[in-house]
């Protein structure tokens, strides 16, 4: 049991997730922990003291003006805690803490404790995205409290969006895998390390995979391109705290499950989609392989073969979105470009890079079929402009991504 003889104090705020933590507390204790629960006033709103009772075999606390034995609450909670976990974690509950109010049981043990800090926001994707919620929870993240989503999905206000609590699965796991990090250099450990979450509170824009011109009703003018590499990436953005925005065409891959989603055919649809959510971006990056030209006039309905051996279809060029991206009045502070080439590499990455007004280019060579379009591998070459080259050894596209926000971001992460 990865928590055997662990104490964690569980705080319960008032949100409407807070009919998940029975899970939880089941799931914690599963795995060895001694689960103390903690509620505010509000949290008694949706979910019964006593049901948390029955579940963790220890009274509930919520009253900031008892004692125990003689002992102080807030402070014995505080001391015999190996970790604190508030889950959900309201937005008036995280401005508390970022600003040390104390003026509840647990915003007091918050204060007097030296556990490990473990918070789950849950609120409305308004609230989360709302400049004060990202200033408090950035300042969280310098008191070192460690973040559990929140993810996307559908909200108890009948809006889609980032603000969704993890599961008690999720939750439990990710608090397993930070005490178990602290046992690395067992050989029987083999839980991988908590990626840092040093894009909290950024707003990421990732496009991925092809575009599809349409010719007539049933063909379509598009590339080999799978998607994965930005998916790899939406994927790392979302693991270091980002709010992902995933402009997609069409793929066979899943995406992953706490990123926004916008999925689209053409270039100009991608494009669309792009300026629509570009105005308060951080990060743009530029992954799509996009169609460099369209049909000209599409075929209202599907063209038929004639007495005629030949069929001429006349292109226009598509708009550029990562040059409309690094020229925008709402540019993000970094943007980040692809270039898949197959001959004179570098001199059409460089050409790329300042044509673009991009802050770097990832150049790979899609000539060869064991790396780039459709393989679960890739080799690239980070170009700067402030004259970084830096090659990448072929590795999975998980690994890429990873290495691309280490060496791109700095200077702008948290």
Not at 135 to 152: A, R, S
Not at 178 to 203: C, I, R, Y
Not at 310 to 330: R, Y
Not at 339 to 347: F, I, K, Q, S
């Amino acid at each position: 049991m990865k928590l055997a003889n662990k104490k964690i104090v569980l705080g319960i705020t008032g949100g409407i997730a807070a009919y998940k933590i029975p899970s939880l507390v089941r799931l914690l204790k599963s795995e060895g922990a001694d689960v103390y629960v903690v509620m505010t006033e509000s949290a008694k709103a949706f979910i019964s003291p006593l049901t948390l009772e029955a579940i963790s075999e220890h009274v509930v606390y919520s009253d900031l003006l008892t004692s125990d034995n003689g002992t102080i609450i807030h402070i014995k909670l505080a001391q015999m805690a190996d970790a604190l976990v508030i889950a959900p974690a309201t937005a008036n509950t995280i401005a508390k803490i970022a600003n040390g109010i104390a003026d509840n049981l647990l915003t007091s043990i918050v204060l007097a404790t030296k556990a490990k800090l473990f918070i789950a926001p849950a609120m409305n994707v308004n609230m989360y995205n709302n400049i004060a919620t990202a200033k408090n929870l950035k300042t969280l993240k310098e008191y070192n409290w460690q973040f559990l989503g929140p993810e996307c999905g559908s909200l108890a206000c009948g809006i889609t969006g980032k603000g969704k609590m993890s599961s008690p699965e999720e939750l439990c796991k990710y608090i397993c895998a930070s005490f178990t990090k602290e046992d690395a250099n067992s050989s029987q450990s083999n839980e991988k390390p908590l990626v840092k979450q040093d894009l909290l509170g950024k707003k990421v824009i990732i496009t991925a995979g092809p575009t599809q011109e349409p010719i007539d009703p049933v063909r379509f003018i598009t590339n080999k391109s799978s998607g994965k590499m930005g998916y790899a990436l939406a994927n790392e953005a979302q693991k270091r705290g980002a709010n992902v925005f995933l402009i997609s065409g069409q793929v066979n891959i899943e995406a992953p499950n706490n990123v926004n989603l916008i999925k689209v055919d053409t270039a100009e649809q991608m494009l669309e989609a792009v300026t629509e959510t570009l105005p308060s971006a951080d990060i743009f990056i530029g992954c799509a392989a996009v169609a460099d030209y369209r049909v000209k006039e599409v075929n209202a309905t599907k063209i038929k073969k004639e007495n005629t051996d030949s069929l001429t279809i006349e292109l226009i060029k598509n708009p550029d979105i990562l040059q409309t991206v690094g020229h925008h009045i709402s540019r993000p502070p970094l943007v980040i470009g692809f270039a898949a080439e197959t001959n004179d590499l570098e001199l059409n990455a460089l050409k790329k890079l300042e044509k673009k007004n991009a802050d770097y280019i990832i150049l790979n060579d899609v000539s060869n079929s064991d790396k780039g379009f459709n393989s679960d591998y890739n080799k690239v070459t980070i170009l700067g402009k402030n004259g970084d080259k830096i090659e990448l050894e072929k590795s999975p596209k998980s690994e890429i991504a990873e290495k691309i926000f280490t060496i791109c971001t700095k200077g702008i992460t948290n």
